[in-house]
């Protein structure tokens, strides 16, 4: 295994303050297919991480019924479909929905050079499914996608290699100490990250700043290099503002946080980063 390689400070460069002749789409723009009837809330939690994390425009592509949820948290929404930079999909959807997945993506304009994080309930499709594939499973997850694919193996750094490999894909390995690999090599250990993230919501946080900032890296070259760093940011902020989180929480100590308490911290983390 290798020792974390990879600081907030290494990844500064990606995250740029928009500058006067910027606009929403020169920002990026996220599409988010997230949250059912069983788990709106998931679709609040990733919409809200994307929009502080800095995306200049996220579309939401779920349930009518979620969609009045998403927009009364946030009304900078959008719920239609158009133009993507990347795209978040599965955080808060059942597994076996695969009918209600394929059609909300069926509306997006992707392609191979579009990134595409796939998460929750649409792991399992992620063969099937457009783009430039990141997925992001728990070690369960991860469990459960080696032995349908019959991959036999002594730890889960060796199932996230063995599944990036066959899938194609880069695998962001949730847990307290992230590891993200791609078909060749593990590309990132991260640090550790506060044990209080071991609760419901954190998860679909990460997937919406992964969107963002995936989408705001549009224009540069789309392979696995840059998708595991890419990734690897991702997880660097989330942990960050987690921290941030924990210790708001805790009157300076770390403490219980709430997914949409790390959610609000993530603009805090980005304006540092963009600050260099």
Known sequence: MTEPT?????????????GPADHKYSRGVVGLVVGSTSFPGAAVLATSAAL?????????LTDASVQQLVLS??????????????????SGIPEG?????RERLATLPINDQTPVIVDAGALPLTPTLPGAKIITPHAGELEKVAQSLGISHESSHDA???????WGVVVYLKGHKS????????????????????????????????????????????????????????GLIHAEA??????????GEEGPLLAHDVAQQVSAVIARLAKG
């Open 6 to 18: 990879i600081h907030l400070g290494d990844i500064a460069h990606l995250i740029v303050a928009p």
């Open 242 to 251: 987690a921290r941030r989180a924990s210790r708001d929480s805790g009157d």
């Open 160 to 166: 996230a290699l063995a599944v990036a490999s066959q």
């Open 73 to 90: 948290s946030c009304p900078e929404a959008v719920v239609v479909s158009g133009k993507v930079d990347a795209v978040v999909v599965g």
């Open 179 to 234: 590891l993200i690999c791609t078909p060749e090599e593990v590309a990132y250990e991260l640090p550790e990250a506060s044990h209080w993230l071991a609760t419901a919501g954190t998860g679909d946080v990460l997937a919406g700043i992964m969107g963002a900032v995936c989408a705001s890296q549009q224009g540069s070259p789309v392979d696995f290099d840059s998708l595991a760093l890419w990734a690897a940011a991702s």
């Open 97 to 101: 929905d695969d009918e209600d997945i």
């Open 52 to 60: 502080h994390a800095g995306v200049g425009m996220a579309r939401v």
